[in-house]
């Protein structure tokens, strides 16, 4: 069974400060997908990770996949209020259909 | 377009009711998933349906009974819920349902079961 490990769990900052969550596992995944959730609305995904040690940016958010394919991170910097709700981390390649999910990040941004 | 609609975005219920939730998909995806999700937590796998055939039913209560009329279409009818059942149900799809693949999310129906 494959697990990921996300941290931390729950997170509160003041906007203009750079974050960083993470997820880890001991299994091999062939892809690894970020999404944003936002109260009562389904997860939007941000970005797909497929090849190892790949790093995607979109505007102030920042996406590297591990040299081994075990591991992702999402660094956000400046944060800001918009950027608040619940950064759900999914690894692919347990087997067809099944995403393998993190716990989650609740993320609040306070003006 | 990487839409995946949903309807009714909310529904409330009484334990009797027969009601059914819509999901429908442009995008050509041929794999099509239903999942639960309670409140901060991740979403919860139910059904997956593959080409229009049910793939994978993750021992869901029969009270929940899913429906593919199509390649577009995804449909989850509910029967005799219980109030633990209430719930954000979340629709999704993806291309073909190969390992790895990235799946799209709709936005979900409230589910309140009185």
Redesign the interface.
């Given at each position: 069974t494959q697990l990921l490990e996300q941290s931390p769990q729950f997170l509160s900052i003041q906007e203009g400060e750079n974050l960083t969550v993470y997820c880890n596992s001991s299994s091999v995944?062939?892809?690894l997908?970020w999404?944003r959730q936002e109260?009562?609305?389904?997860?939007?995904?941000l970005v797909?990770v497929?090849t190892g040690g790949e790093v995607k940016k979109l505007k102030r958010l920042t996406f590297q996949f591990g040299d081994a394919r075990k591991d992702s991170s999402l660094h956000i910097t400046a944060a800001q209020p918009g950027d608040t709700g619940?950064y759900?981390c999914?690894g692919?390649?347990?087997?067809?259909?099944?995403?393998t999910?993190?716990?989650?990040t609740?993320l609040t941004v306070n003006p | 377009d990487?839409e995946?609609t949903?309807t009714p975005k909310h529904l409330v219920m009484g334990m009797t009711n027969k009601k059914s939730l819509k999901c429908e998909q442009h995008m050509g995806h041929r794999?099509m998933?239903w999942y639960k999700q309670k409140?901060?937590?991740?979403?919860e796998?139910m059904f997956?349906y593959?080409y229009e055939k049910l793939?994978?039913n993750e021992s869901v209560p029969s009270r929940f009974s899913p429906e593919c009329p199509n390649s577009s279409l995804l449909n989850l009818h509910l029967h005799a819920l219980q109030p633990e059942d209430s719930a954000?149900y979340?629709c999704a799809s993806?291309s073909a349902?190969?390992?790895?693949?990235?799946?799209?999310?709709?936005?979900?129906t409230?589910l309140l079961v009185l």
């Open positions: 995944f062939s892809s997908q999404y109260p009562g609305e389904g997860p939007v995904l797909t497929v619940l759900l999914a692919g390649g347990g087997s067809n259909y099944k995403l999910f993190g716990k989650g609740l | 990487t995946v949903q794999a998933y409140a901060k937590k991740p979403p796998l997956v593959s793939s994978i954000l979340l993806s349902g190969t390992v790895g693949e990235t799946q799209y999310f709709g936005p979900g409230r």
